[in-house]
């Protein structure tokens, strides 16, 4: 089974403060995204990547980077939080085999409450 | 751009009755897919069923089956015979197949199902 995870279930962080959140996935997928999901808003794609050090942007990148330095890992960084940032941040992942390209798979989710 | 529209924020349903959660999309690429997601208060994101932009046939899975109506640009879920623990939020999402990988998705739909 593909496994995305990612570094915490839970965070809490001050404002001004730099953020990382890690996610991990294991069935060495090239295409690697950051949603953060707001109530009433559904999910919004952040940031995503083809491969390693390769990145793009999403809908709503303000505020955030992101790093691909490994093909499984891909880390969302906010480089100084603010409570406007205070979400839940979700990391999936997706191959390009044909056999698989239909399904995006999801990781548990952060839920970053910024002070 | 990609849109996508539910219409409903919440739903009750019967155990045991059908109940089908809509969903409107606006693309213009001829070549998409069509998700829904389901997403426990547990927060993990559920891959439910697929549904292919050129598929002549609607897409079921078990208990849910994708009400695919092309020239309305609709793709309803249905779910027969509710059950408890499908009470969760639903998520409607598409995915352009020229371009980026990443998901669109809609507001989503709290579904409640009552004994």
């Known amino acids: 089974d593909v496994k995305v995870t990612q570094s915490s279930r839970y965070l809490v962080k001050r404002t001004g403060e730099k953020v990382f959140l890690e996610c991990v996935q294991d069935m060495d997928h090239e295409n690697m995204f950051w949603y953060r999901q707001d109530p009433g808003l559904g999910l919004r794609l952040i940031y995503f990547s083809y491969d390693v050090k390769m990145k793009e942007k999403g809908d709503i990148p303000e505020g955030y980077s992101v790093s691909r330095e490994k093909k499984e890992r891909f880390s969302l960084i906010l480089e100084s939080a603010s409570t406007n940032q205070t979400s839940m941040y979700l990391c999936a992942s997706i191959s390009t085999s044909p056999s698989s390209y239909n399904e995006q798979f999801f990781g548990p989710g952060t839920r970053l409450t910024v002070l | 751009a990609q849109k996508i529209t539910q219409t409903q924020p919440g739903m009750f349903v019967q155990e045991k009755e059908a109940v089908t959660l809509d969903c409107t999309y606006d693309?213009?690429?001829?070549?998409?897919?069509l998700f829904w997601y389901k997403q426990p208060s547990s927060g993990e994101m559920i891959f439910l069923i697929y549904q292919g932009s050129y598929d002549q046939q609607n897409a079921t899975e078990g208990r849910y089956s994708l009400n695919f109506q092309k020239a309305r640009k609709s793709a309803n879920l249905v779910i027969s015979a509710s059950q408890l623990g499908d009470s969760a939020m639903y998520f409607c999402?598409?995915?352009?197949?020229?371009?980026?990988?990443?998901?669109?998705f809609g507001s989503g739909t709290r579904l409640q199902v009552q004994p």
């Open positions: 999402a598409m995915r352009e197949d020229t371009g980026r990988r990443a998901l669109t």
């Open positions: 693309t213009s690429d001829p070549s998409y897919g």
